[in-house]
Structures are given as structure tokens and as C-alpha cells.
């Protein structure tokens, strides 16, 4: 069963960036799509960005299009959000999934997602 822990978030201002790291542990992640979500108080969770198996194929929600992009180091077992010009409205737990059925891993978005990490809080001051 993979592992997945989540580090990099934290209290920034209106404009700076982060970037959020997912270390997977106990097997190897480069079979899997992956995925960051995220989650604001009273807020449902959404589907932030997807990355197929290769890396190839990327989604990134409309919000956050041109702001943030996801990629991933397979050799690292590692998958990364780094995020640009943060808003307010970026506020949330931020958390990394991955998608360990692999008949849909050349897909970026069409994924169900069945491993997560804990979270890492990312707050954005105005």
C-alpha cells in the first residue's frame, strides 16, 4: 500500500508562491495518475490538478488554470503543485492522492483517486 505525506504549505501573502511536495512511500507511484485537491472550511473538496502515469498529461481546474501546474519526479517517487500569484480564495488544506487502479493512469483527470495523504494547510493573506 502506497503512502502518501504531503509537505510545503504554509502562511504566505496575496502573490507569493509555494510549492507543495507528496513523498510516496511503500511502493513505487510511476504506474499511478496522481492529484492534488483541496479542501477550504465549508467548502467541498475539489479537484485541483491531475497527472497521468508519465507525466505527459496534465489537468488543471479552471480556478487555478495559469496559477499553478503539477508535475512529477518518478525516480524521486514524488509529485509536486507549485503555485503562483496566490489568492485569498486559494486558501485550504491542500491534499495528494493517487490513483492505484491503473486502467485509467494515461489519464490526467478521469481518475478515482483511493490514496491520500494527511493535508498541508496552505493559508493566503490579502
Known amino acids: 500500500q502506497v503512502q502518501l505525506v504531503e509537505s510545503g504549505g504554509g502562511l504566505v501573502q496575496a502573490g507569493d508562491s509555494l510549492r507543495l511536495s507528496c513523498a510516496a512511500s511503500?511502493?513505487?507511484?510511476?504506474?499511478?495518475?496522481m492529484g492534488w485537491f483541496r479542501q477550504a472550511p465549508g467548502k467541498e473538496r475539489e479537484f485541483v490538478a491531475g497527472i497521468n502515469w508519465s507525466g505527459g498529461r496534465t489537468y488543471h481546474a479552471d480556478s487555478v488554470k495559469g496559477r499553478f501546474t503539477i508535475s512529477r519526479d518518478n525516480p524521486k517517487n514524488t509529485v509536486y503543485l507549485q503555485m503562483n500569484s496566490l489568492k485569498p480564495e486559494d486558501t485550504a488544506v491542500y491534499y495528494c492522492?493517487?490513483?492505484?487502479?491503473?486502467?485509467?493512469?494515461?489519464?490526467?483527470?478521469?481518475?478515482?483517486?483511493?490514496?491520500w495523504g494527511q493535508g498541508t494547510l496552505v493559508t493566503v493573506s490579502s
Open positions: 511503500g511502493r513505487t507511484i510511476s504506474p499511478y495518475a
Open positions: 492522492a493517487a490513483a492505484t487502479d491503473t486502467s485509467y493512469s494515461d489519464s490526467a483527470k478521469f481518475n478515482t483517486f483511493d490514496a
